[in-house]
């Protein structure tokens, strides 16, 4: 069993930056694969990005490559999401989520998901 707690959402403006962390619990934390996903108002779930137990490969939407970035301490049963460069389009609940049975951009995939983090863009 994992719970993962998300943190560090908040208001920021078009062009700002913030970082978003993932705590997880659980011995087996450093053998998931993790994700990022965020769900904007009136809109459906959808994949951010992902990086796998070794944390040497990372995959990304397109909406958000060259400008976020995810990583992971297993020492510190943690994974961050970076994003800079913040558009209006980036307002969503962020979500973090662990061990997907399949592909890791399918939000059906994924066993174990936080309660989200609210992250706003304004002008």
């Known amino acids: 069993q994992v719970q993962l707690v998300e943190s560090g959402g908040e208001l920021v403006q078009a062009g700002d930056s913030l970082t978003l962390t993932c705590a997880a619990s659980?011995?087996?934390?450093?053998?998931?694969?993790m994700g990022w996903f965020r769900q904007a108002p009136g809109k459906e779930r959808e994949f951010v990005a992902a990086?796998?137990?070794?944390?040497?490969?990372?995959y990304y939407a397109d909406s958000v490559k060259g400008r976020f970035t995810i990583s992971r301490d297993n020492a510190k049963n943690t994974v961050y999401l970076q994003m800079n460069s913040l558009k209006l389009e980036d307002t969503a609940v962020y979500y973090c989520?662990?061990?997907?049975?399949?592909?890791?951009?399918?939000?059906?995939?994924?066993?174990?998901w936080g309660q989200g983090t609210q992250v706003t863009v304004s002008s």
């Open positions: 990086i796998i137990w070794t944390g040497r490969s990372t």
């Open positions: 989520a662990a061990d997907p049975r399949s592909g890791y951009r399918s939000i059906t995939s994924y066993n174990y």
């Open positions: 659980g011995r087996a934390f450093s053998s998931y694969t």
